[in-house]
Antibody
Framework: EVKLLESGGGLVQPGGSLRLSCAAS????????MSWIRQPPGKAPEWLGV??????????EYNPSVKGRFTISRDNTQNILYLQMNTLRAEDTAIYYC??????????????WGQGASVTVSS | DIVLTQSPALAVSLGQRATISCRAS??????MHWYQQKSGQQPKLLIY???NLASGVPARFSGSGSGTDFTFTIDPVEADDIATYYC????????FGAGTKLELK
């Protein structure tokens, strides 16, 4: 069974930093692209970025809205995905989800999501 | 960015059909997917590639469309289906619709 479990959320002051983790199990982690998505209270999800799989060199892409402030990385020995968030703002307050990408009939799909980690940016 | 437009809410009676639309600002071909999100939970994939049922999803859920216009249907609606439904495209950098909240009449 595919499992994704986020941790590391909490309350942080504006301008601060936070690192989220996502522990993956039930699949061969290095074979899959992984993403972070966030969802502000009462709003739609927003894709933050992706880190590719081993075959594609673990390269990254980001949503321009967070590029330069957020960094996605992965520890492939421990099957953990990370999101490093710097210079946090009030508008970064959200539930943060990790998700796995898979290919179905040539289409890229986020087919498994974690339960989310809550991040609140406030003084 | 590709913008996805959904109607904000839909009220239906149990046992009836619910139809939710999603319009893309440009063609996404068949790279459209539908998620269900219940209160306090993560999104769950229901439909991928516009019309394909994800594993374990009941057959009363279905999807159709291609290009810019897509439809998601629940027939018949059950009490457990009360949730917000999001369309999401993966043709370009992923974007989500604003969500359609399914409510009971």
């Amino acid at each position: 069974e595919v499992k994704l479990l986020e941790s590391g959320g909490g309350l942080v002051q504006p301008g601060g930093s936070l690192r989220l983790s996502c522990a993956a199990s039930g699949f061969t982690f290095t074979d899959f692209y992984m993403s972070w998505i966030r969802q502000p209270p009462g709003k739609a999800p927003e894709w933050l970025g992706v880190i590719r799989n081993k075959a594609n060199g673990y390269t990254t892409e980001y949503n321009p809205s967070v590029k330069g402030r957020f960094t996605i990385s992965r520890d492939n020995t421990q099957n953990i995905l990370y999101l490093q968030m710097n210079t946090l703002r009030a508008e970064d307050t959200a539930i943060y989800y990790c998700a796995r990408w898979d290919v179905y009939y040539g289409l890229w799909v986020m087919d498994a999501w974690g339960q989310g980690a809550s991040v609140t940016v406030s003084s | 960015d590709i913008v996805l437009t959904q109607s904000p809410a839909l009220a239906v009676s149990l046992g009836q059909r619910a139809t939710i639309s999603c319009r893309a600002s440009e063609s996404v071909r068949s790279s459209m997917h539908w998620y269900q999100q219940k209160s306090g939970q993560q999104p769950k994939l229901l439909i991928y590639g516009a019309s394909n049922l994800a594993s374990g999803v009941p057959a009363r859920f279905s999807g159709s469309g291609s290009g810019t216009d897509f439809t998601f249907t629940i027939d018949p609606v059950e009490a457990d289906d009360i949730a917000t439904y999001y369309c999401q495209q993966s043709r370009n950098d992923p974007t989500f619709g604003a969500g359609t909240k399914l409510e009971l009449k």
